[in-house]
């Protein structure tokens, strides 16, 4: 390749759909990853692409539901170029409702959505019997659909970045540490993060480990379930993904053990469609969680020329589209206005 433009040091997520959108505006780039594509927490396979609930707008909120809007388009424009699926479905989500006053709750947060998501999606409330066979128990008999949540298959999501990245001239260098030239965007997750602790004297984030299992069950195009705090999400390919824990301490970060039984255990509980489909994989690894718990964006303090791309944790995968966008946006152009304040690097100091 001649003089690289774009540096990226990554192959989650984050880094491919930055190398991605800078390739599509003509940058020439290179991703170098130790591993492979979505070696670390990107190969999750839950991919849930979910919102908050909308209410006490903010920054966060704002970035996450136009990376979620924008993300249909994103995605089929990835296939596209790669020729590989992505597994993305804009399938919607059920939440079931506890108690009357979360049913209350529920009723003016639909009001809110119709403000908030500017008419692009809904948030309403609907009966159990109104969602099929793969519907969630509810206490109340009512449940939450959102039309804005979608799906993806993780995995087959950072195989087509890296594919389509390479067809527009780009390179994905596998099991490398290098060259690094041009301009750097470093998107190496959890140990990145301890790297960028380490220079700045001061902790600024760190790894929380998930775990994650797939069953077996084909539940067509049902939109997926967060119920009790576990995420249930059906897939294109005869599959159902459940997840996952949230571990601050661990000493294995790719074991699974007796927290993901429980987590298959609830899930099973929340949705009985669920009660017999075997287990297909376990699965582990360490999300990158920013001190401020937004993700990390922005110039790496003290190093010109060398720029932050981190933090996604829970909600990194939803959150791609609009990070490619404005870290292009800062990289090739030094235009940052897409970036939120509480983003940035210094937030977390």
């Not at 670390?40 to 839950?46: E, I, K, L, N």
């Amino acid at each position: 390749m001649a003089t690289v433009d774009v540096t990226v040091m990554g192959a989650g997520v984050f880094g491919l759909s930055c190398a991605y959108v800078c390739a599509r505006r003509g940058a020439r780039v290179r991703v170098v990853e130790w591993s492979h594509p979505g070696a670390g927490a990107s190969g999750t396979p839950v991919g849930a692409l979910s919102p908050h609930v909308p209410e006490r707008w903010n920054d966060k909120k704002a970035f996450q539901f136009e990376s979620l809007v924008m993300g249909e388009a994103f995605w089929r424009g990835v296939e596209e170029v790669s020729d590989l699926s992505t597994g993305y479905a804009r399938v919607g989500r059920y939440q079931p409702i506890p108690d009357a006053a979360a049913l209350a709750r529920a009723h003016e947060r639909a009001e809110e959505a119709q403000t908030l998501w500017q008419g692009r999606a809904v948030w309403q409330v609907i009966r159990v019997d109104q969602a099929g066979r793969f519907a969630p128990r509810s206490e109340t008999g009512f449940l939450i659909h959102d039309t804005l949540s979608a799906r993806i298959a993780p995995r087959r999501a950072c195989a087509a970045l890296a594919a389509a990245t390479r067809a527009m001239g780009g390179e994905v260098a596998c099991e490398a540490e290098g060259p690094i030239e041009g301009q750097v965007i470093w998107a190496t997750g959890y140990p990145g993060l301890a790297a960028l602790s380490a220079d700045l004297g001061r902790q600024v984030g760190s790894g929380v480990k998930g775990q994650a299992a797939i069953l077996e069950y084909d539940a067509g195009g049902a939109p997926q379930i967060f119920a009790g705090n576990i995420l249930i999400v059906p897939h294109d390919d005869g599959t159902v993904a459940v997840g996952s824990t949230s571990e601050r301490e661990f000493d294995n970060p790719w074991s699974t053990d007796t927290q993901l039984d429980d987590v298959i255990a609830r899930a099973r509980a929340a949705c009985p469609a669920l009660a017999d489909a075997p287990v297909i994989e376990r699965w582990a690894g360490v999300r990158p969680r920013a001190k401020t718990i937004a993700p990390m964006l922005g110039p790496w303090p003290g190093q010109p020329g060398h720029f932050i791309a981190n933090g996604g944790f829970k909600i990194g995968i939803g959150l791609a589209p609009k990070v490619g966008q404005v870290m292009a946006d800062l990289v090739l152009e030094r235009d940052g206005r897409g970036i939120p304040e509480g983003f940035g690097v210094e937030a977390n100091l």
